[in-house]
């Protein structure tokens, strides 16, 4: 597939080599108004190409900068995207299945925060779903790490939706900003409070939620973690309306603050291949790996904050867990296009991991 004059050719398969790449380079081709040319995307997945999730969010910020896409068909494994003037507005995204509703938010929220006046995201879809952050885990852990560069954003999660379904809704409301703010995240302090959310949904008596709530609790009390000791673990069960909720389904998310600010946490989805009190094992696991790991955010926020620092307006520092694929992806795609420079170092102390950049100073060309 040929680009234009001046398009860049991205490799789809790169390290992570799945839909982040295709996420980024979409969101980071709109503001800087690169043309792509995307290749062998997915293609060391057992299903390669696009799938719908991906095509939902590649039409989306077509949509809101009036752009042209080229090649973006189900299973395509190349496209060429070239973006035009950025527009604020409303606008609707349904994956019609239960693609993620939380992967077109990021794709999505970073164009949004540059364009000429407010915007509002219906997005539609799967919210709580398989390799994918669960809707609570977005508004509550990374909504408020993205704060750290300036942006508000507000939300409204409509109804839930799970596998295989969808069926979910949720909405983002967008300010835009100027520019972004560094970010300082490297003293993760000490655990100050411990929140969480079990539900359940659909014909799921509200058992299932409670069940799941108490093995992650007794699982906390085997490990004995130092990080918790003096802190109470809040954990509140419910089962979802009908009105809030569309199909079965059972969760839990876990938020950890800390006396420094910090925001991180763990969870778990329910399946039916599994007891509830493994599920909820496992979502205790995932917690204590985020408060243990010595850093600022936990392994799932790391690679987000990859590309608003690469934007940002001067030196950010980002203290972390041992530093994931996704996070060496997202700094390879944020290097490629933006031109920001990465630097990552082990902390021998605590054996966590400093990531600092030189964010380029995107300015919003509208404002």
Not at 119 to 128: A, E, I
Not at 235 to 259: C, D, H, L, Q, R
Request: aromatic fraction near 8%.
């Amino acid at each position: 597939m040929s680009g234009d004059p001046g398009y860049r050719e991205i490799d789809g398969s790169v390290m992570e080599g799945g839909g982040q790449i295709i996420r980024i380079t979409g969101s980071l081709a709109t503001l800087l108004q690169i043309p792509v040319n995307i290749l062998k995307i997915r293609a060391g997945r057992a299903s390669p190409g696009l799938k719908a999730q991906h095509l939902t969010g590649l039409h989306l910020i077509k949509d809101m900068s009036s752009g042209v896409l080229r090649g973006a068909d189900f299973g395509s494994k190349e496209i060429f995207f070239q973006p035009g003037k950025i527009r604020g507005g409303a606008y609707q995204a349904d994956t019609k299945s239960a693609g993620a509703v939380c992967l077109l938010a990021q794709i999505s929220l970073p164009v949004a925060l540059f364009a000429p006046e407010p915007t509002v995201l219906n997005l539609r879809g799967g919210t709580n779903t398989d390799m994918a952050p669960q809707i609570d885990a977005f508004t509550e852990i990374f909504l408020p790490n993205l704060k750290q560069f300036g942006p508000e954003i507000e939300y409204e999660v409509v109804k839930k939706g799970f596998f295989p379904k969808g069926g979910g809704e949720a909405n983002f409301f967008v300010t835009p900003v100027k520019s972004l703010r560094p970010i300082q995240l490297d003293d993760p302090g000490k655990l100050i409070s411990v929140e969480g959310w079990c539900f359940c949904a659909g014909s799921l008596p509200i058992k299932v939620a409670e069940s799941i709530a108490r093995s992650f609790k007794e699982e906390l009390r085997e490990a004995n973690s130092p990080a918790l000791r003096g802190v109470k673990v809040n954990i509140e069960t419910y089962k979802e309306t009908p009105a809030a909720a569309f199909g079965n389904g059972s969760g839990i998310v876990v938020v950890a603050k800390t006396s420094t600010g910090c925001v991180l946490g763990g969870g778990a989805l329910g399946s039916p291949r599994e007891t509830t009190e493994e599920t909820g094992r496992k979502a205790a696991q995932d917690f204590l790996e985020a408060i243990e790991c010595g850093g600022c955010v936990d392994k799932y926020v790391q690679d987000q904050m990859i590309l608003f620092m690469g934007l940002a307006d001067g030196e950010s520092v980002l203290r972390t867990g041992p530093v994931t694929l996704h996070t060496e992806s997202a700094i390879f795609i944020t290097q490629q296009l933006t031109g920001a420079k990465f630097d990552i170092s082990n902390d021998p102390n605590n054996n966590s991991w400093l990531i600092r950049c030189q964010g380029v100073g995107y300015k919003n060309k509208y404002l």
